[in-house]
């Protein structure tokens, strides 16, 4: 397994815009999917993007595309969300997860997740 730590989440004004990390431990990271997910008060938890190894294929939630950019630097074993245009809905724990599958959005393809980070938008 990969140690996952996030960072950068905040709160931010709608319509603002923040960029997360995550910041994995291991030599292998090239090796998985990565995903990002979040979680509000009293829902479960919900896809948000993931990016396959090579950042060259993405997928999106619908409420994250055109909003939402998912990226991967393996030099540095990070992988970003930048979030655009923030909405009061979007208020979440923010966490990433990293697949030995293939590209999904299903939490339970994920077998390393990082502790989360607070995200909120104010209206």
């Known amino acids: 397994q990969v140690q996952l730590v996030e960072s950068g989440g905040g709160l931010v004004q709608a319509g603002g815009s923040l960029r997360l990390s995550c910041a994995a431990s291991?030599?292998?990271?090239?090796?998985?999917?990565m995903g990002w997910f979040r979680q509000a008060p009293g829902k479960e938890r919900e896809f948000v993007a993931a990016?396959?190894?090579?950042?060259?294929?993405?997928y999106y939630a619908d409420s994250a595309k055109g909003r939402f950019t998912i990226s991967r630097d393996n030099a540095k074993n990070t992988v970003y969300l930048q979030m655009n245009s923030l909405k009061p809905e979007d208020t979440a724990v923010y966490y990433c997860?990293?697949?030995?599958?293939?590209?999904?959005?299903?939490?339970?393809?994920?077998?390393?997740w990082g502790q989360g980070t607070q995200v909120t938008v104010s209206s």
């Open positions: 990016i396959n190894w090579s950042g060259g294929s993405t």
């Open positions: 291991g030599r292998t990271f090239n090796r998985y999917i």
């Open positions: 997860a990293a697949s030995d599958y293939g590209i999904s959005g299903r939490p339970s393809l994920y077998n390393s």
